[in-house]
Nanobody
């Protein structure tokens, strides 16, 4: 069974920084896309914050370019989101997503349970 576990959320003042991590576990054969999404309070839709595909440049939402940096470690099966100069509008629950195949299944999308980030003004 594949699991994605996020960590690193919390409460920070505006202008502060946080680092989110997401680690995949299970009988994983291959990880393709790994991404961070967020869902702000009161909003139904999730916004894609950053995404990365193995051996490709990462993509970022315009709202976070220059402030957030995504990286992945394929050996550790981890994606990390370094968030700098956080603003109140970055307040959201952040979710990790990964497209993973195992030794018994094809590529399947998996989601973490989310980690809450709150930026105080």
């Amino acid at each position: 069974q594949v699991q994605l576990v996020e960590s690193g959320g919390g409460l920070v003042p505006a202008g502060g920084s946080l680092t989110l991590s997401c680690t995949a576990s299970g009988r994983i054969k291959y990880i393709g896309l790994m991404a961070w999404h967020r869902q702000a309070p009161g909003k139904e839709e999730r916004e894609t914050v950053a995404s990365t595909v193995y051996r490709h440049d990462p993509n970022y939402a315009d709202s976070v370019k220059g402030r957030f940096t995504v990286s992945r470690d394929n050996v550790k099966k981890t994606i990390t989101l370094q968030m700098n100069n956080l603003q109140p509008e970055d307040t959201a629950v952040y979710y990790c997503e990964a497209l993973i195949s195992t030794w018994s299944t094809g590529l399947t999308t998996y989601w973490g349970r989310g980690t809450r980030v709150t930026v105080a003004s």
